[in-house]
């Protein structure tokens, strides 16, 4: 763990804090570099929630916290010995006993450990993580009475003031509940292999280590953002967190379940969001970018066709596309627009 003064980050971006502290919920940082996330796919199964009831925090919680769960890590040490490592949250998923979690929660971890709402606990997998959206699936093998799958909400529904509530285990309390409201939308994380999360969502709901992989739950009940970071002064909770979307979330979980890992297609550019557009600030060096020609100063304006009007629609645009695929991209360099073919790669780690 790693705190700076002034208005600064709290850097907790793996899952190596000592046992008794916990994982740390992340830090956030306003950085657009990179390529990034969001594809869209079928709805996972939903809970018991109705679609168009909303509900007070306490009946939130009654409805809920039963799918919440507890994430304890460990390492093997010299000699085979077993290490804590680590803590966090997460919640079940689905009725086969899959959890989500964060990535930076079950980093390095060689024996996870999975506690339920009543105490029960069971050995977990991992399934597959993802660092580039800090998103993890373990398996656990629990009878259905433990299994208490949430409903998956829309994201992109959201509106700033909306009430939100949250509920892990900070600093290992665990069934902690926490409410605030959405303080913001389309905020840009950093994810722990530094690449960009778009779109997620800033609350003031209480985050604190241990936090990591828990639910951000909307007044429906739904699952619409798995809480990740915070910045912090102090340390400890500001009223400042971010989740990753649930958009996200449906996306990177039915691919890891698919195929146990996912991978991105990658363009190999730095975008520089202040200056508007998808202006490239870097070309690294031997990716499909600079093979193709292109050059800090460049504005980005369309891939495929598809008008492309800022970082974050570049990075959704090529996370859209998979390794190998051949784009056409236009640019405007100097005044004149220009384009050019361009065979993306994979995303390195």
């Known amino acids: 763990m790693r705190l700076v003064s002034g208005r600064r980050l709290l850097a907790v971006l793996g899952a190596c804090a000592i046992a008794g502290m916990g994982a740390g919920a992340g830090t956030y940082a306003a950085l ?9 796919v079928p709805v996972v199964r939903a809970g018991s929630a109705a679609a168009t009831t909303t509900f007070s925090v306490s009946e939130i919680y009654r409805r809920t916290h039963q799918g919440v769960v507890e994430i304890t890590v460990g390492s093997t040490g010299f000699g085979g010995s077993r290490t804590p490592q680590g ?3 997460g919640f079940v998923y689905d009725e086969k006993g899959h959890v989500v979690t964060n ?6 971890a060689t024996t996870i450990s999975v506690r339920f709402w009543n105490g029960a606990t069971r050995s977990a997998t991992l399934v597959g993580s993802d660092p580039s959206t800090d998103l993890a699936v373990l398996s656990v093998d629990a009878p259905g009475s433990l ?4 409903a998956l909400g829309d994201s992109r529904t959201l509106s700033v003031g909306e009430g939100v509530v949250a509920i892990g285990s900070p600093f290992g309390l665990e069934e902690t509940v926490t409410a605030g409201i959405v303080s913001a939308l389309h905020r840009q994380m950093t994810s722990p292999n530094n690449y960009a999360i778009d779109d ?41 967190g971010f989740a990753i979307p649930s958009r996200t979330v449906r996306s990177i979980a039915t691919r890891l379940l698919a ?20 202006r490239v600030a870097q070309v690294n060096a031997g990716t499909p970018a600079e093979e193709a020609g292109l050059q800090a100063g460049d504005v980005i304006t369309g ?8 970082a974050a629609e570049l990075r959704a645009a090529i996370d859209a596309q998979t390794p190998g695929e051949t784009i056409r991209l236009t640019f405007t360099r100097d005044g004149k627009s220009s384009s050019v073919s361009v065979t993306l790669a994979r995303r390195p780690s």
């Open 32 to 40: 657009a570099s990179g390529d990034v996330v969001s594809r869209e």
């Open 303 to 310: 891939l495929d066709g598809t008008t492309i009007g800022s």
């Open 87 to 89: 803590q966090g949250s």
């Open 259 to 278: 195929a146990g890992k996912v991978e991105h297609a990658y363009l190999g550019v730095a975008i520089d969001g202040t200056g508007g557009g998808a």
């Open 200 to 240: 997620s969502i800033q609350t003031d709901a209480a985050i604190n280590h241990g936090n990591s992989g828990g639910p951000l739950l909307n007044a429906k009940a739904q699952v619409i953002g798995v809480n990740a970071q915070i910045e912090s002064e102090s340390g400890g909770n500001d009223g400042v």
């Open 147 to 150: 299994l208490h799958p949430f």
């Open 103 to 108: 990535a930076h929660v079950v980093d390095g």
